[in-house]
């Protein structure tokens, strides 16, 4: 499938709409009028100045034109057309493009219905796991069997005797409307156990919705930044941010009393924030880094709850749940904002060649912190370098999730097995570079390291992610890891896939389903 998001009807569409020629456009952009008809037919790329131009000229701003929202849709229904439901109506992927282009909102509305079709599912999946494991509709699901013998024994009877005394028969069928009530009653009690649960889920999950407001955005928000940068002047003129700010800025401006406690006096999480009694505790045992992050977080909370709201009430979130989702990945943007200032972070990671480890020494952050705030650095004009960015648990299970370099993350399924972000457990806090080229030829970088998380001692669990963050190889001289890779070996790279449905590498021998068509797991003999 082509990796050029269908972005030309964009183009076409607000050039009409505003009035103007194709040779208007193409002579304010500076290009021919035929190299603007290629672009609008979705068969010329855009990028850096012409898109800046393009932008410009159709008065619009540059992330209109990123191809983010095409790439994403581009994306899900390459995942969805792996779906053995499509086994005897296949979906053909060279045929995406046009139909984006011809209809974005109908596939939407088809992704929207796949979305729920998935949910489904898994709605039926968990309900078969609670019949199987929940003490009540164990013991439930056992009376409605029972009943049904007892009434299927009972009318047996009846069909083999035609003979009865009267007496017999009045008590068989006394037991025959006795059981026909109990079982009654029963399935009555089960239906009534189900519909007090959550019988069903939104065509979009709160997660999921959260996902497209940050591709939407590209994962970047310049009210946010302009506010953190109007609030850090307030905090700490000098620039550091240090903790001790962040606890003075917090007693003295808002009142708030901070203290350190022993970990067993605190939630798993590590810290309380009464906002009703202005209280704010921390545990001993949490990482300097992230007791930081944590009082950041609080200081945006008071004092920009209103710009944050502002992005949410423009969001399409169509759930409560979502929007409180939202609301907390938005804080945590603005408090990465507000510690890792965006011009001097982004000068230093070109200046340290985006060395992560010297980046969390410079600011004093966490490894997931500092991935998560290079993804941020797409200030138009002043961009980053254009990474994705993974986390998952140590089941696989995917729990954050963003692309600005092209590569294709896995929304409906688990990643390939085959990627580095699974190898990283082998050997936690130790940084695993890999070189790999997807199907379709392209290359990428991707570094991964897995990182435990916690806020007690011994007897406290801790949680482990792995933490993937990448691009193409053709930003890889600007990034430390890729140092020593043989990257122009191309037999060298990784071949890997998205995922086991949609990839094509038959002999892969970490294969657990075949190729799209037929979802049958494969059992493959080790070697």
């Not at 946010?224 to 003075?248: C, N, Q, S, Y």
């Not at 045992?285 to 709201?309: K, Q, W, Y």
């Not at 650095?377 to 299970?397: K, Q, W, Y």
Request: a negative charge.
């Amino acid at each position: 499938m082509s990796r050029q998001a269908p972005i030309g009807h964009r183009i076409r569409g607000r050039r009409k709409d505003i009035g103007l020629t194709q040779n208007a456009l193409a002579k304010a952009a500076g290009i021919s009028p035929s190299y603007l008809n290629l672009i609008e037919h979705n068969r010329r790329a855009i990028g850096g100045g012409l898109l800046l131009r393009l932008a410009s000229a159709l008065e619009i701003q540059p992330h209109a034109l990123s191809g983010s929202e095409e790439s994403r849709l581009l994306a899900d229904l390459g995942e969805a057309a792996t779906d053995p439901v499509f086994r005897e109506t296949p979906l053909i992927p060279r045929e995406f493009p046009a139909m984006i282009a011809a209809a974005p909102g109908m596939i939407s509305a088809f992704l929207s219905l796949y979305r729920a079709y998935r949910n489904g599912l898994e709605e039926i999946d968990n309900l078969s796991e609670r019949l199987s494991h929940d003490p009540f509709l164990a013991e439930a699901s056992h009376s409605i069997l029972t009943r049904i013998t007892s009434i299927r024994t009972v009318a047996e009877i009846f069909d083999d005797y035609d003979d009865l005394p009267a007496e017999q028969r009045a008590r068989f069928n006394a037991t025959l409307v006795r059981e026909s009530q109990r079982l009654a009653e029963s399935a009555t009690e089960i239906f009534s156990f189900l519909e007090r649960g959550d019988a069903g889920r939104p065509a979009a999950s709160p997660a999921e919705e959260v996902d497209d407001l940050l591709y939407d955005n590209a994962n970047y928000f310049p009210t946010l930044e302009d506010r953190a940068d109007e609030m850090r002047a307030v905090i700490d003129p000098a620039g550091g941010l240090f903790l001790t700010d962040l606890i003075k800025h917090l007693e003295r401006h808002h009142q708030i009393r901070v203290d350190r406690l022993p970990p067993e006096d605190l939630p798993a999480s590590g810290f309380d924030w009464n906002r009703a009694d202005s209280h704010l505790r921390f545990s001993r045992a949490m990482p300097i880094t992230s007791t930081r992050f944590h009082a950041a977080r609080i200081i945006c909370r008071l004092e920009g709850e209103d710009t944050v709201n502002d992005i949410l009430d423009r969001a399409n979130l169509g759930t409560d749940a979502a929007r409180q989702r939202a609301g907390e990945a938005l804080i945590s943007y603005f408090a990465a904002a507000l510690l890792f200032p965006y011009d001097s972070f982004r000068a230093e990671a070109q200046i340290l060649r985006h060395d992560i480890e010297l980046l969390q020494q410079r600011f004093a952050a966490s490894w997931e912190q500092v991935c998560h705030r290079l993804t941020t650095l797409r200030r138009p004009g002043s961009e980053g370098i254009p990474f994705h960015f993974m986390r998952t648990d140590i089941a696989g299970n995917i729990s954050k999730r963003f692309s600005a370099s092209g590569l294709q993350l896995p929304r409906y399924s688990g990643a390939c097995p085959r990627w580095v972000v699974h190898e990283a457990y082998l050997t936690p806090e130790r940084v695993i570079p890999q070189f790999v080229r997807l199907p379709d030829e392209s290359e990428y970088l991707f570094i991964a390291r897995a990182v435990r998380t916690g806020a007690g001692g011994y007897r406290v669990p801790q949680s482990v992610y792995s933490v993937m963050i990448g691009c193409d190889t053709a930003f890889a001289r600007d990034i430390v890891y890729a140092d020593g890779l043989p990257l122009d070996t191309p037999q060298a790279a990784v071949p890997v896939g998205i995922g086991c449905r949609q990839c094509p590498r038959e002999e892969c021998m970490q294969r657990a389903y075949a190729v799209a068509d037929t979802g049958h797991e494969i059992h493959t003999t080790p070697k």
